[in-house]
């Protein structure tokens, strides 16, 4: 059986195959996740045109001292075999479509050169600027080992996103996120204020929740505010609809009111984003595709020449905060 790694783990491939190893195949998988069938305020987050195919990309990067020394040794779609014969990329698949493996790389390791001290296989998405995709729109992706000689699979990394649902402290979450943008919000000359229960514990992804402020905070700055606001809020306690809320205020230029139901959709920036070189419209709509997936609830009101304010809300019942992690993870 396989062994299922994490990240950062660390396995002896000689160990896990019984017979010795000499040759061996990575195999990468993915299928493009399902577009979200409901209407209302996330209807449109995958909207905008037909999309693109998602074409994940297999790679192997032959180092030298931990170093790519040379081009010649990235074995990819466009470069389907390496010199030494060492190996072998079978082909390149666009759509992901079909059962098992959708890309292959084939490594006979006795005929790998000396001086390769080591093999890196990498994943990437083609084109995924242009086509402005992520992983978050891929599901069931994975990459693993197999010993060509007897069959078996070896390791296996599943590459999905990795939603980690704990109970944390909202104001411990809210203050780091600050400090971690303090050379933006002191070089916009923003000041912050706080008024957030100390003793409030939230169910919610760390890592995410971070990026998800992170944007907030940094479009506040962007975009004229001099002061940004942290309040809490416990509602309908002990209710199936029980949360807390969350609301990062601002006092910038607002959202004109013909681009306020669009802030949250794939590449949008506004008309004051386009004035911005820097404004990619991926940050609003990438923090909406989080929510989504943990279970939480994001909402922006907005006045022009006002002020913003961003309403995170986390639910209280963690049946549910269980439930939206298992979706995530399946």
């Known amino acids: 059986m396989a062994i299922s790694l994490q990240k950062g783990q660390r396995v002896s491939l000689s160990k896990e195959s019984k017979e010795g190893l000499d040759r ?8 493009e996740a399902r577009q979200p069938q409901t209407k209302g ?10 999309p693109q195919a998602i074409d994940c990309d297999a790679s192997a990067l032959l180092l030298q001292g931990g170093k790519l020394r040379n081009w010649k040794d990235v074995v990819y779609f466009g470069a389907l075999r390496h010199g030494s014969g060492a190996v072998q990329h079978m082909g390149d698949n666009l759509t992901g479509e079909g059962e098992g493996d959708d890309e292959q790389i084939e490594v006979d390791l006795s005929k790998v050169p000396a001086n390769i001290e080591r093999i890196a296989f990498t994943v990437t998405i083609y084109d995924a600027d242009v086509r402005r995709q992520n992983f978050g729109q891929v ?5 693993h ?15 999905g996103e990795d939603f980690s649902i704990e109970e944390l402290n909202l104001a411990a979450i809210a203050r780091k996120a600050c400090r971690q943008r303090s050379r933006t919000l002191i070089g916009a000359g923003v000041s912050l204020e706080f008024a957030i229960d100390d003793e409030l514990k939230v169910l919610t992804d760390a890592k995410w929740t971070d990026f998800i402020i992170g944007q907030v905070l940094e479009n506040s700055a962007k975009y004229g505010a001099k002061t940004i606001r942290f309040e809490s809020t416990v509602k309908d306690a002990g209710t199936k609809d029980g949360c807390i809320e969350l609301a990062i205020s ?4 607002g959202i004109p009111a013909a ?3 669009r802030v949250f959709d794939r590449g949008f920036t506004g008309s004051r984003g386009r004035t911005h070189h820097k404004a990619t419209g991926m940050g609003l709509h990438l923090a909406a595709v989080a929510c989504e997936r943990m279970g939480l609830g994001l909402r922006v009101s907005s006045e022009e020449g006002t002020g913003t304010t961003v309403a995170l809300t986390f639910p209280i019942d963690r049946t549910r905060m269980d439930l939206a992690a298992n979706l995530t993870t399946s």
Not at 250 to 253: E, M, P, Q, R, T
Request: aromatic fraction near 12%; glycine fraction near 16%.
């Open 24 to 31: 061996v195949i990575v195999g990468l998988g993915w299928d």
């Open 250 to 253: 601002d006092d910038g230029d």
């Open 259 to 261: 681009d306020a139901p």
């Open 139 to 143: 599901q069931n992706a994975y990459i």
């Open 145 to 159: 080992i197999q010993d060509m000689v007897s069959g078996a699979d070896l390791i296996r990394y599943d590459l």
């Open 41 to 50: 305020f996330l209807a449109s987050l995958f909207g905008g045109g037909e």
